[in-house]
Nanobody
Framework: QEQLVESGGGLVQPGGSLKLSCTAS????????MGWFRQAPGKEREFVGS???????????HYADSVKGRFTISRDNAKNTVYLQMTSLKPEDTAVYYC?????????WGQGTQVTVSS
């Protein structure tokens, strides 16, 4: 059974950058749309962005308005890993970040990695 493991979270100052990784074991991210979500304390989990599968080396990304222009999702199929590059971070970006796999529904989730944006 495929498992997803996020890493790269931490504490960063406002305006800083951070890159999260999501590595799959027991499966391949190549065939699936992969997404990033986040959940801040006291709030519901929200969609951050997604990247489609890339069978022909062509893929598409989609982002929530709140992160558009600041966050970038990419994938390295050889490493079975999806990335979330975050720049110009704001305190309101503080949350636990999760990656997930989409097979029509978001059916597999990682355990999450904490991102804290604070001075």
């Amino acid at each position: 059974q495929e498992q997803l493991v996020e890493s790269g979270g931490g504490l960063v100052q406002p305006g800083g950058s951070l890159k999260l990784s999501c590595t799959a074991s027991g499966g391949s991210v190549r065939l699936y749309t992969m997404g990033w979500f986040r959940q801040a304390p006291g709030k519901e989990r929200e969609f951050v962005g997604s990247i489609t599968s890339s069978r022909n080396s062509v893929y598409y990304t989609h982002y929530a308005d709140s992160v558009k222009g600041r966050f970038t999702i990419s994938r390295d199929n050889a490493k079975n890993t999806v990335y979330l590059q975050m720049t110009s971070l704001k305190p309101e970006d503080t949350a636990v970040y999760y990656c997930a796999r989409n097979v029509g529904t978001w059916d597999t989730w990682g355990q999450g990695t904490q991102v804290t944006v604070s001075s």
